[in-house]
C-alpha cells in the first residue's frame, strides 16, 4: 500500500514538472486577432522623410551619359578600403551622406538641404538644379542603409539591413525568425530616435488595429525588443531550475524504499 502511494505521488512530481511550465493560454500567440478582410487606408511610410545620417544612392540619367556620369561617381565607390595592416575594411560613407546639417554635397552643385524633405521633393530639386548641366535629367533615390534592430525572445536577434524602405513591423520581426513561443507579443516595445527626440512606444502584436498603429511602418534606427512572457521568466526562476532534480531525488527516493521493502 505505501509503495503504490509512493509510487503515485513521484508520478504526480514528475507530471507537475513537465506540464506547469507550458500552461498559458494559446490564443496568446496569434498576431492580429478578429481581423476581418478589409481595405485599409494606405498609411505613409515612416521612412519617406530623409534624415541626417541617411546614406543616399542617387543615379542621375541624362541623354549624355558621360557628362552625366560625374554626379553618380560617390555611387560606385568601393565598398572596402584597405587599411595601414593591410586587412579589408568595410567602408560606410558610400553613395551621398545626409550630414550633421542635413545637406548632401554634388559636384558642380555644391551642398543641397536634404533632411526633412521626402525623396520626391529632393528628386524634384535635384532635377531643377541639374537641368542647369545636363539635358532631361533624370534622378533616381534610394535609402542604402536602411537597418533595424530585433533584440529579445526571437530566433535571430540582431541587427539587419532591410531590402527596402517600406518595411513594417510583422516583416522586422520575420527578419529575426519571428517571436518564440516565450515572447510577449501584447508588449513589444519599440525605441526610435528622430532628430528632434527619443521615442518609445508599446505594441501589442495580437491586436487586429495593429496595422493602424503609427509605428506599424518601420524606420531605419528603429529598435524592437520583446520581453520574455511569464512562461519563459518563471522556468527561469531559481525554484523550477532546480525542480526536474527534486523530481529526480524523489523517483530515486521512491525506487530504493521499494527495492528496500521487498
Same mark, same amino acid.
Given at each position: 500500500?505505501? $509503495? ?41 511610410? @515612416? ?23 560625374? !554626379?553618380?561617381?560617390? $555611387?560606385?565607390?568601393? @565598398? ?83 531590402? $527596402?524602405? #517600406?518595411? $513594417? ?6 527578419? @529575426?525568425? #519571428? ?11 519599440? !525605441? ?14 495580437? #491586436? ?6 503609427? @509605428? !506599424?511602418?518601420?524606420?531605419?534606427? #528603429? ?40
Amino acid at each position: 500500500m505505501i $509503495n503504490n502511494k509512493l509510487k503515485y505521488v513521484a508520478f504526480v512530481a514528475f507530471t507537475i514538472s513537465i506540464i506547469l511550465p507550458s500552461c498559458f493560454n494559446s490564443k496568446q500567440v496569434y498576431y492580429l486577432q478578429d481581423i476581418k478582410d478589409s481595405v485599409y487606408r494606405n498609411l505613409t511610410s @515612416a521612412s519617406s522623410v530623409i534624415e541626417r545620417g541617411d546614406q543616399l544612392y542617387i543615379f542621375v540619367s541624362s541623354l549624355n551619359v558621360e557628362s552625366a556620369s560625374i !554626379f553618380n561617381m560617390p $555611387n560606385f565607390l568601393s @565598398a572596402s578600403t584597405i587599411s595601414q595592416s593591410g586587412q579589408t575594411q568595410n567602408n560606410p560613407v558610400v553613395g551621398y551622406l545626409v550630414d550633421e546639417s542635413g545637406k548632401i554635397v554634388m559636384n558642380k552643385i555644391g551642398s543641397i538641404q536634404a533632411s526633412g524633405l521626402t525623396y520626391k521633393q529632393l528628386k524634384d530639386t535635384l532635377e531643377n538644379k541639374l537641368s542647369s548641366y545636363l539635358k532631361d535629367p533624370i534622378v533616381n533615390i534610394r535609402l542604402i542603409n536602411f537597418r533595424i534592430t530585433v533584440l529579445g525572445e526571437v530566433a535571430h536577434p540582431g541587427t539587419f539591413n532591410a531590402p $527596402n524602405t #517600406d518595411l $513594417n513591423i510583422l516583416q522586422g520581426l520575420g527578419l @529575426a525568425g #519571428d517571436l518564440l513561443i516565450t515572447g510577449k507579443r501584447k508588449n513589444v516595445l519599440l !525605441f526610435r530616435q528622430t532628430d528632434t527626440a527619443k521615442i518609445t512606444y508599446r505594441i501589442n502584436l495580437t #491586436d487586429k488595429n495593429l496595422i493602424n498603429h503609427p @509605428a !506599424f511602418n518601420l524606420k531605419s534606427g #528603429d529598435v524592437l525588443y520583446v520581453e520574455p512572457n511569464r512562461v519563459k521568466i518563471n522556468t527561469s526562476s531559481s525554484f523550477l531550475q532546480i525542480w526536474p532534480t527534486i523530481v529526480s531525488a524523489a523517483t530515486l527516493l521512491v525506487v530504493l524504499l521499494t527495492t528496500l521493502k521487498k
